[in-house]
């Protein structure tokens, strides 16, 4: 029987999300197949292995996976070949996996941290590697590389903390002779819409800008526009495939945090989107190119925006760790293609596999 570690919690501002897809995949992982340690990563980064996974109620996020703070454990990346093991300091006491499943959104989960460590510790794990995971989360970086590559993005200003605490002034006059408004201000570093702000005119710029550098250094602004809010799942890691599009017809402002995870009205999910089938086989050719040039493997959710006054299409952004709760767009999207959450699961712990024999050998040392 496989042993598989599901890393959840963290220290991002998406730590309560990850509770809440961590008790999905917990609950739907063939338990014939797979045997479950479940660690818990608090806010403060200090990592605990659960005596057993424990789904409690939540008020907000319907189910999440309890992280229960016992114990001081240490890991040890180097105990047995390809396998990952923590130890409980004092008692001794030591448990092994074999394989990671990182249900882990944003900062430090997502970002290619955790991935930095899983490499060093020659252990198989699902999703992209270090640069898929970086740069994917990196909404300034990964615009820059598929703008270059021809697939279009929305337009953005890159601002700084630094500069905007010296200049902000004039960084003002930029982004408003620039974009007008209204804009949106985003952390460069963050997903799940935490951090970002719909930003109507200059006497809330100020304010927008800076709730978006509360959760990293770097905030990128982008121009409002009429569109449609579009999804596709991708799956795989040498030959990828798409899904089917999913439709957010949020009933807020935007789709916000709320909207995703504490509003269970806040938006609508529409599978499969209605559009014109040509526009459908472009957005889903987009979606897997994408995924390719930003050295994506395992999974990823490529999301899209359609302009709705001349049909444009824009990448937005792709989540390499997208949200996997019940109400996550990622399983849905594969379930309307007859692909059940266990066997999806089943895939992307197959895919971690393949990944790690295909790239095992570049670990050798030359004799």
């Not at 660690?39 to 907000?60: A, F, H, N, R, S």
């Not at 454990?73 to 409980?88: A, G, I, S």
């Amino acid at each position: 029987m496989i042993t598989v570690g599901i890393l959840y919690g963290g220290r991002s501002g998406e730590h309560d999300v990850s509770c809440c897809s961590a008790a999905s995949v917990v609950s739907h992982l063939d338990a014939s197949r797979y045997s479950v340690v479940a660690v818990g990563i608090d806010v403060d980064g200090k990592w605990y292995v659960q005596e057993k996974p424990v789904i409690i109620d939540d008020k907000d996020f319907g189910k999440k996976l309890k992280i229960e703070k016992t114990g001081h454990w240490l890991v040890n990346h180097y105990e047995d070949e390809n396998r990952l093991t923590f130890y409980r300091q004092g008692s001794g006491k030591k448990v092994s996996v074999d394989v990671v499943f990182p249900v882990l959104h944003g900062s430090f989960g997502e970002d290619g941290t955790l991935q930095g460590l899983l490499e060093l510790a020659m252990v198989p794990y699902v999703g992209a590697g270090v640069l898929g995971s970086s740069v994917g989360m990196d909404k300034d970086v990964a615009k820059r590389i598929l703008r270059d590559e021809g697939i279009p993005v929305v337009p953005w200003i890159t601002v700084y903390d630094a500069d905007w605490k010296s200049n902000s002034e004039k960084i003002t006059e930029n982004i408003v002779s620039t974009f007008g408004f209204p804009v949106f201000a985003k952390p460069a570093n963050a997903g799940s819409s935490v951090g970002v702000t719909r930003i109507s005119d200059a006497a809330s710029l100020h304010d927008g800008i800076k709730n978006a550098f509360r959760f990293d250094v770097k905030v990128i602004i982008e121009p409002g526009i009429q569109c449609r809010e579009i999804e596709c799942a991708v799956l795989g890691n040498r030959s990828p495939e798409a899904s089917p599009l999913g439709e957010v017809v949020p009933v807020h402002e935007f789709y916000s945090y709320e909207a995703k995870y504490i509003d269970a009205e806040g938006a609508e999910l529409k599978i499969p989107a209605e559009m014109d089938k040509q526009l459908e086989e472009e957005i889903r050719a987009a979606a897997i190119r994408g995924y390719q040039v930003l050295q994506c493997s395992g999974l990823a959710r490529v999301d899209f925006f359609i302009d709705t006054t001349n049909n444009s299409i824009y990448l937005n952004e792709i989540n390499t760790l997208p949200g996997f709760t019940s109400i996550s767009m990622y399983p849905k999207l594969w379930d309307y293609m007859g692909v059940a959450y266990s066997e999806l699961l089943d895939r992307l712990l197959q895919l971690a596999f393949e990944r790690f024999n295909e790239r095992k050998n570049i670990y050798n040392v030359i004799d």
